[in-house]
């Protein structure tokens, strides 16, 4: 009974975010609910089989599996098992609600869809707060129906749980970016930092927001010595820049290094340099029916340059038509589509871009994701799996030319 009445609640509260964002984002609410209805018929149809959703049958089941076996031990020996394994640290969660409510396999999937439809309302909030509510309207409704970002939302993995950590920062980065609140970029950090615990590729978002901060210092050494007037306002913002590159570069160090996922590390006194751990990136032979071809993942990126690049490109643009090879490759196509649609509506765009200092910010933390990420994966499943955490961020950027798409359609 305590299950069945915990899942009623986990359920009625996404549907109250869904309101709460509609209330105070009126032009949104028919497009947060299409995203609920959506990622509530993914769930239903995979918990009933009559389709299996990616990653359900394997990942998933694995996160629930251990989250139910620890829920069987005490409430210390389950804390005990926090940060055995950062991945690990979702099914520490669940074990921690199972312990309390009972075990369900729904609990895990119920609760990734209140964090989908606070990921999709986030998102939108973002793109309103930058461009407005025709571009925040195109931005909730492609997240909305993007599959993978709505499988995540249905089947018990953790991405889901890190993409709203990441994007609660991102919004507290953005309202300190506008000066709405000094506060911000501590609220930020946090969130930032908490996603890691989950995901250790998440400290990209951390070095970007420290790049941001490097960005406005080096801007800012010659008003300094130029005799220009500083204000109060301005000495303070530059103080605030200096601290946040003092606590990302101390991210970094702090405790022997800082894992940036996929077996690179930053600052640990036994590893090897960065350059040595990106090479190491392209020694394996890739296998599997999803692999990128040996061309683009195999080699010296210092001898041949052009790896990183072309490593990039297939992890933002696979799979390309020549790399389908099953039916299920084929929905890697709308992937494959939405990031070249967002690729191209950021360069149409850039003026109003590079017009804003929140986007120069944004993009920093967007190209560092991209890097992390990318050079440390070679197959086409798991570079949609991982672009789809900062598919949001690609979203709100892209939106600087949402604004055409109305007009287009209306002529």
Same mark, same amino acid.
């Not at 409430?75 to 099914?91: A, G, H, K, M, V």
């Not at 530059?238 to 946040?244: A, G």
């Given at each position: ?16 975010? =869904?309101?709460?964002? @509609? ?14 209805? %959506?990622?509530?018929?993914l769930l239903l149809i995979n918990h009933y089989e009559i389709y299996i959703l990616p990653g359900s ?18 409430? /210390? ?15 520490? =969660? ?9 075990? &369900? ?8 869809? =209140?964090? $989908? ?115 109060? &306002? ?7 820049? %200096? ?6 570069? @101390?991210?970094? =160090?702090?405790?022997? $290094?800082?894992?940036?996922?996929? @077996? ?23 296998? $599997? ?25 297939? %992890?933002?643009?696979? /799979? ?39 986007c120069l910010a944004l993009l920093l933390i967007l190209i560092s994701l991209i890097f992390v990420f ?8 798991? @570079? ?28």
């Amino acid at each position: 009974m305590t299950t069945f009445l915990f899942l009623t609640f986990v359920y009625l509260l996404s549907f109250c975010i =869904v309101c709460l964002f @509609g209330i105070k984002y009126k032009k949104l609410f028919l497009l947060l609910l299409l995203a609920l209805g %959506f990622r509530c018929f993914l769930l239903l149809i995979n918990h009933y089989e009559i389709y299996i959703l990616p990653g359900s049958a394997d990942d998933a089941a694995m996160f629930i599996r251990q989250a139910r076996l620890w829920s069987e031990l005490s409430f /210390p020996n389950i804390l005990d098992e926090f940060s055995t394994s950062r991945s690990y640290n979702y099914s520490v =969660v669940g074990a921690l609600i199972f312990k309390v409510f009972g075990f &369900h396999k729904m609990i895990l999937p119920a609760i990734n869809l =209140v964090a $989908g439809v606070s990921i999709v309302g986030l998102t939108g909030a973002i793109t309103y707060k930058i461009w407005g509510v025709r571009p925040a309207q195109w931005a909730v409704f492609i997240l909305a129906i993007y599959p993978f970002s709505a499988i995540n939302s249905a089947v018990a993995m953790r991405e889901e749980a890190s993409i709203l950590l990441f994007l609660i920062g991102l919004y507290y980065f953005v309202v300190w970016l506008r000066e709405e609140s000094v506060l911000g970029i501590y609220i930020c950090l946090f969130f930032f930092a908490l996603a890691t615990l989950i995901h250790p590729g998440w400290v990209a978002a951390i070095l970007g927001v420290g790049a941001y901060s490097l960005y406005i210092l080096v801007k800012s050494i010659p008003q300094l010595f130029n005799g220009s007037r500083i204000t109060k &306002h301005y000495f303070s913002k530059l103080i605030l820049s %200096f601290s946040i590159l003092l606590l990302s570069v @101390g991210l970094a =160090v702090a405790g022997g $290094g800082v894992s940036l996922g996929k @077996g690179m590390s930053i600052g640990t006194e036994e590893g090897a340099a960065i350059s040595e751990q990106i090479e190491s990136r392209f020694l394996g032979v890739p296998d $599997g029916g999803s692999a990128y071809p040996a061309v683009i993942a195999t080699g010296n990126p210092i001898t041949q340059p052009w790896l990183i690049p072309a490593k990039v490109a297939y %992890f933002l643009y696979a /799979p390309f038509p020549w790399d389908i090879k099953s039916a299920r490759h084929v929905l890697g196509l709308v992937s494959s589509f939405l990031l070249m649609f967002l690729t191209w509506r950021i360069f149409k765009g850039w003026k109003n871009i590079r017009n804003k200092q929140e986007c120069l910010a944004l993009l920093l933390i967007l190209i560092s994701l991209i890097f992390v990420f990318s050079i440390g994966v070679s197959n086409i499943g798991t @570079g949609i799996r991982h672009k789809t955490k900062f598919t949001a961020l690609f979203i709100i950027l892209a939106a600087a030319s949402f604004d055409t798409i109305k007009l287009k359609l209306r002529r």
